[in-house]
């Protein structure tokens, strides 16, 4: 309502669904242009996981989405976004334990190519908001080469994502002892 326009929530948590959503809210006005309510829409954030899953990066490679703070949103590995653990927040053996569902940051991703890959651009960049257009680098990650792309993912909605896909060099380079004739185009196409 105070944006006055049609925007994307934060993500967050659900109430019920214990699990990552995003939600689209559009404000409805009547005639007299008053508010008469907002009609909203939940995007479960693990379709877009199954979505990444399913896009094959090389034979280890991998593609992540996080939010200009670092914090995941998803990832073709969905399950490293968040962690479940069990709480009492009374302390009182009487009380049902109940689950906290914590959001996890990419620098902390126990996947150590969507750590290594954070740290690096943050080494880069200094600051997630500076990626203001595609960028490609190939880097050392983990005593690993990397080839690395990240690309803003911005609507006039409000929504602010970096897209990152990493894929191993040797994943690159098996990929082309593979196929010789494609090396030797490509070769020929640079």
Known sequence: MSANRPVWSDVYVGFT???LLITAAHPVY???????????VDLFIRRI????RNIEVGKTGEIF??????????SSIGETVMITTEADPGGSSEAPETEQI?????????EPLISGTMHQLLDE???????????LISQQVNNDDVFMSARPLRDELGLDWLVVVT??????????RAQPITTLLVAGII
């Open 167 to 176: 894929i191993p060099a040797r994943d690159f380079t098996r990929a082309l």
């Open 102 to 110: 914590t959001r996890i940051s990419a620098f902390d991703s126990p």
């Open 65 to 74: 989405i996080v939010e200009q703070s670092g914090m995941l949103v998803a």
């Open 17 to 19: 669904a214990k699990e």
């Open 49 to 52: 996981n199954e979505f990444l």
């Open 125 to 135: 960049y200094g600051d997630l908001s500076l990626i203001q257009h595609n960028m």
């Open 30 to 40: 009547n005639p007299d242009n008053q508010l008469v309510g907002v009609l909203g």
